[in-house]
């Protein structure tokens, strides 16, 4: 089971930590993805099991995701935030070893509960 925590009301320019916490070493890469209104879920970056990281290019140099020694939680550090950047970002971990899925929402096969980012102008 995977929980999302760290979310909460910002203003642009500030940085918020997320983490989910799950059984990170047991997949083959763990990722984290975002849910605007009136938007389609989006990528946002990805880890995998060999420490490669990927990232959308809307938070390529502003987010970094990572995690701890222990593999059991991931972070995604989100800096120089912008109102864009608002919606409900969601964690995931996937067993899938293709390269293209890590960005696809279907390379997933299980879910955290979002935590909400708001990003005020």
């Known amino acids: 089971q995977l929980q999302a925590f760290g979310g909460g009301l910002v203003q642009a320019g500030d940085s918020l930590r997320l983490s989910c916490a799950g059984p990170?070493?047991?997949?083959?890469?763990m990722g984290w993805f975002r849910h605007a209104p009136g938007k389609n879920r989006e990528f946002v970056a990805a880890?995998?099991?060999?420490?490669?990281?990927y990232y959308a290019d809307s938070v390529k140099g502003r987010y970094t995701i990572s995690r701890d020694s222990a593999m059991s939680t991931i972070y995604l550090q989100m800096n120089s935030l912008k109102p864009e950047d608002t919606a409900v970002y969601f964690c995931?971990?996937?067993?899938?070893?293709?390269?293209?899925?890590?960005?696809?929402?279907?390379?997933?096969?299980?879910w955290g509960q979002g935590t909400q980012v708001t990003v005020s102008s």
């Open positions: 995931a971990a996937g067993s899938n070893t293709i390269l293209s899925s890590f960005y696809s929402a279907n390379g997933y096969n299980y």
């Open positions: 990170v070493r047991s997949f083959r890469v």
């Open positions: 880890i995998s099991r060999s420490g490669s990281t």
